[in-house]
Each structure stands twice: as structure tokens, then as C-alpha cells.
């Protein structure tokens, strides 16, 4: 019987965590543009990537990192690119690109104070709705808040494994504290991990359809270097990949990309509950706040307060089924954020005033403290 490896202890910070995510979960290719506080994840990868027969580029700007993290896809090779505010504006529209064209990726965006250059170097959570709606026009999208460095390694894994599975980019939605925490960490062995590949045709190519409905929603995925050449657009296309203006097709392609994400809501939708069962006044957060909520949860309790924490780890889709019995349960839910409300309002629709809603915000570049929801929680 072969030996298990021990693990040893490691300690890293948010940023390396996602490195090691990536190459673990079979990221062999990043094309990126440095930018504070995402340095770091291009830094490392143009080390590591040529280790493991990978491809490393910098390139000119965030508009081309993208469109070349898309090419590489195409060609088979599972793809990311690393970056922050600034850098993620530019990236938009081939974001967008990637949607419609069912391009599989992870991008990469350490979120800091804003808009334009704003503050570098400081924590923001500035970007969630961005995340959400940057890419003009109706499209579905995946974004997932890491709030730990274990939590970078192991939602990393979890992009690359999404985006496969449903041929879709997939954002990771992290923040300057979560970035440049470090924290001693065991990671899993790497045969330990589940690793998905992207489904790929079985038949040959001239048979092949590459936008074809299935009962999942999501076609296999033909790679150009096997001979599977075949059309590829940004606009609106049919089951060939050919551009249309056929309501009849229309239609059901576009009901086809949010169908190969809502009919498996179950499987994307990740929340953490932390003393929430007898829960009076909920806690909902998500990122570097999270940690500060846990901690202001157990000092509250330790004064009576019956309180709880709802961490988000997916933000969008938005997992309203598991959060609505919780807002019928409590007298009061706080959500705390480093921007001026954006998760609250998601919260705010799906309340539909059930309960009330309080907002705890910071937008001065400063972490909110344990100390700070605390003692909102004491307040009410």
C-alpha cells in the first residue's frame, strides 16, 4: 500500500493561495497586466507556469489579457488572468465576448477603493455589482467571494471546475485584505481534489454542432488544435455559431444561456451559516468582512444577543432560496460592506419586507472591524 504524503503546513497569503489553486485544478495558461493588489497571483504564475509546460504573457493592457485568456481557451487550455478595478473596466467587453460565445475562463479581480485610480493599496468591495452587470446586455455569470486564504485555493479550484462544467467565465471576487492576509494553511493532496474537464464532442468534426442544445444547456465544447473549427462570434448566433437575426433562434439561445445556470442553481449557490439556527439578528456578508462579522457573531452571543452569520461565498447567482427561511426567522438582518450597499440591495429584493434590513458601510479604504458590527448588534 503506497504511503500518504503528510501534510505540511504552509503559510501564504491570499494571492498565492489562488496560485496554487490554479495550477492545481490544470490552469496552464495566464496572459495578464500588473496592477496593485493582484501583483502578485502574474508575479508567481510567470514562475511556476513554465514548470509545468505552461504559457505565461504579459501583455500590453487588460483588453488584450482577456482576449488572448479567451483565445487560449478555445485552443483547449484551461485559462485565467489576474486584476483589479481599473483593470477590470477594461476587460468588460470581452467578458461580455467570452459570455455569449460560451468561452470558458477565470478572471481574477482583487478589488480595491474606486472609481478610476482611486485608493490602490486599500480594501474596497466596490466591484460586486460590476461583477454582476459590467458586460452590457442580459447574460448570467458566476462570481465567488474568497474570504480566507483557505478559501482562495479551494474557490479557485471551484472557478475553474464551474467554468468548465458550464462553458462560462467565472469571476473570483476577492479584496486587498483577503489578497495579502497570510495564513498557515493545509492544502489538500492534489489526487485528493476533484478536478472537472470540460465536455468535449463524440463525434468527428464534420458532424459536429457546437452551440446544439442539451439537456444540461451547455454543448460540448470542440477544440480547434483536434480539427473542430468552427465559427465563432460575439453576436448573437445560431446552433452552428453563425450570427442571426431569427427570433426563433434568438430566443432560444438566449434562453439557453441562463438555463444552463439556473437549472443547476443548486450545484453553484455555496453559503456558510455560522450559529444560525436560533439566529435573531442575522449577519449576511461576505469576503474580508465575513471574517470581522464571525467574530462581532461570537461576542454578541457571549452577551446575550442571539446572533448569526450568513456568509455568501457566491454572489451571483444570488442564492435567495437559502437565505428567504432566515429572513422569516429573524427580527433584524445587518449587512455590513466596504462600498455604499450593493449586496444589501440584492437582500433588500429578495426581503421584499419580510424584515428590516440594516446597512453597515465603509467606503474611507478601512476594514470593518469586529468591533464595529458588534456593536450595531448590541444596538438593536
Not at 24 to 52: D, H, K, M, N
Not at 310 to 332: I, M, N
Request: proline share 7%; glycine share 8%; net charge negative.
Amino acid at each position: 500500500m503506497a504511503r500518504r504524503r503528510k501534510k505540511r503546513p504552509q503559510l501564504l497569503q491570499g494571492n498565492e493561495a489562488i496560485v496554487e489553486g490554479a495550477l492545481v485544478a490544470g490552469c496552464r495558461f495566464f496572459a495578464g497586466y500588473p496592477i496593485t493588489p493582484a501583483s502578485e497571483i502574474s508575479e508567481i504564475l510567470a514562475y511556476r507556469l513554465p514548470q509545468v509546460e505552461g504559457t505565461f504573457i504579459q501583455m500590453e493592457d487588460e483588453i488584450a489579457s482577456l482576449g488572448a485568456v479567451i483565445g487560449a481557451s478555445l485552443a483547449g487550455v484551461k485559462s485565467m488572468t489576474a486584476t483589479s478595478g481599473p483593470g477590470f473596466s477594461l476587460m468588460q467587453e470581452n467578458l461580455g465576448f467570452a459570455c455569449v460565445a460560451e468561452v470558458p475562463c477565470v478572471v481574477v479581480n482583487v478589488m480595491r477603493g474606486g472609481p478610476s485610480t482611486g485608493l490602490p493599496t486599500n480594501p474596497s468591495q466596490g466591484d460586486v455589482m460590476q461583477a454582476r452587470w459590467g458586460t452590457h446586455g442580459d447574460h448570467p455569470i458566476i462570481v465567488l467571494a474568497p474570504s480566507s486564504v483557505q478559501d482562495s485555493f479551494d474557490l479557485t479550484v471551484k472557478a475553474f471546475n464551474f467554468s468548465e462544467r458550464y462553458r462560462t467565465p467565472v469571476i473570483v471576487l476577492s479584496d486587498e485584505v483577503v489578497a495579502h492576509t497570510r495564513e498557515t494553511v493545509l492544502l489538500p493532496d492534489p489526487e485528493e481534489i476533484e478536478v472537472l474537464e470540460r465536455i468535449t464532442p463524440s463525434m468527428p468534426p464534420e458532424w459536429y454542432i457546437p452551440y446544439e442544445d442539451t439537456s444540461r444547456g451547455v454543448p460540448p465544447m470542440g477544440i480547434f488544435g483536434d480539427g473542430y473549427r468552427y465559427h465563432v462570434t460575439g453576436l448573437i448566433h445560431d446552433i452552428r455559431g453563425f450570427p442571426t437575426a431569427r427570433a426563433d433562434e434568438i430566443e432560444p439561445f438566449m434562453g439557453r444561456l441562463f438555463r444552463k445556470i439556473s437549472q443547476h442553481f443548486h450545484d453553484i449557490q455555496i453559503v456558510n451559516q455560522f450559529m444560525t439556527e436560533d439566529a435573531e439578528i442575522l449577519v449576511i456578508a461576505y469576503g474580508s468582512v465575513a471574517r470581522s462579522a464571525r467574530r462581532a457573531v461570537l461576542d454578541a452571543r457571549g452577551k446575550g444577543v442571539k446572533a448569526g452569520l450568513f456568509q455568501l461565498v457566491t454572489l451571483f447567482p444570488f442564492p435567495r432560496r437559502d437565505l428567504e427561511p432566515f429572513l422569516r426567522q429573524v427580527r433584524a438582518v445587518l449587512v455590513p460592506e466596504m462600498n455604499m450597499g450593493q449586496i444589501s440591495r440584492e437582500v433588500k429584493r429578495v426581503n421584499e419586507g419580510t424584515t428590516r434590513v440594516l446597512t453597515l458601510n465603509r467606503i474611507d479604504g478601512r476594514m470593518i472591524t469586529p468591533q464595529e458590527i458588534y456593536e450595531r448588534l448590541i444596538k438593536e
